[in-house]
């Protein structure tokens, strides 16, 4: 019987594939609970007053990691079940800030692919993953790089 919900195989991610995630909306909760998780109480996060008469950014800041984190989440939803294996490394930049309210969803284009040279089986991918707003503004990109299965069936 086929299983529904597993992610895509090296053979499924040639070289300029495009494709993009649902969207998810980030929330007040969400960002609450994300900088209480991971320790990031800067008062840019947990000082409305700061934010209202010091900051040059306006409005219920989200960290910049929690866009991130939540594209990754968006990804391994859909792209990484049962077929990722490794997060290898990975270069980040923010473009624009993230806001309670934000909808976002993740853009990907495969840019590099390649058979794993120590482990038979498995591929690396680099991806560039752009965040994109509701209003179609980058928030971050970044260009993971990560291997993972091979097809059981697949010939070398």
């Known amino acids: 019987m086929e299983v529904v919900g597993i992610g895509f195989y090296y053979e499924d991610m040639p070289v300029g594939r495009k ?3 649902i969207r998810r909306t980030v929330t007040e909760t969400d960002i609450v609970n994300f900088i209480s998780a991971t320790g990031i109480l800067e008062v840019l996060f947990t000082d409305q007053v700061f ?8 409005g ?5 990691a929690l866009g991130y984190c939540f594209a990754e989440g ?3 939803q859909t792209t990484m079940q049962h077929t990722g294996f490794a997060f290898l490394e990975m270069h ?3 473009e624009n800030p993230l806001f309670a309210g934000d909808t976002i969803h993740v853009e990907v284009e495969v840019l590099e ?6 482990r038979p089986g498995r ?6 993953n752009r965040v994109v707003n509701q209003d179609g ?8 790089v990560r291997m993972i299965k091979c097809r059981p069936d697949a010939k070398p």
């Open 60 to 64: 219920r800041l989200a960290p910049g």
């Open 51 to 58: 934010l209202k008469e010091e900051s040059d950014i306006k």
């Open 92 to 94: 980040l930049k923010i």
């Open 74 to 76: 968006l990804l391994a």
């Open 137 to 144: 503004k980058t928030a971050l990109h970044y260009t993971p």
């Open 19 to 21: 494709f993009r995630t």
């Open 123 to 128: 591929g690396i991918l680099r991806t560039h």
């Open 113 to 118: 692919a390649r058979l794993s040279r120590s």
